[in-house]
Structure formats: C-alpha cells, structure tokens
C-alpha cells in the first residue's frame, strides 16, 4: 500500500532512549516526505531529546509518563483523545 504525503503517522516509541535514537533517521526522512508525524514517548527526557536534537517540520510529541501521572482512568482517557484529536 502506497501512502500519500500529508497523510498522518503515529509511531510509537515507549522503550528507550536507544530505540528511539535509531528510529530518527526514518522518522525524519518521513517528515521531509510531507507526512504528519504524532510520536509517543515514554518520558519526558525522550521528548526534550527529539526536540533539541531534530526540526520535524509537521510533528507533534506526546509523552506517556505524564498522561500517567494524572491516574489510570484519567490520563489514558485524555492521551486517548488526544491521540484521537490528531488524525
């Protein structure tokens, strides 16, 4: 399946700081392709690290210990809509 520019990807990165550092060459190259980019971090420390690191043009990052942090019911239901909000 071919997919279009502009079109919307969530990748998900939860595991470690290396993970996600091998994962930047693809997902940068998806960025400069057009498509919009929602990725999932686990904590705060992966998030500053994409940030400081990268210039996505159409990216948006969500960190997962925060969502958390909120309690089990609440902050799934709020990382759910958000993550829902951004298709």
Known sequence: MKMKPNEHI??????GLGDL?????????????GYRLTVLVKDKTQKEYLEYTT?????????????????RIRGKVLLIWKLWSSR
């Open 21 to 33: 550092i091998m994962s930047l060459p693809a997902i940068e190259f998806l960025s400069d392709q």
């Open 55 to 71: 210039s996505f043009k159409q990216c948006d990052v969500l960190v997962l210990d925060e969502h958390l942090k909120l309690g």
């Open 10 to 15: 969530l990748y998900i990165a939860t595991h």
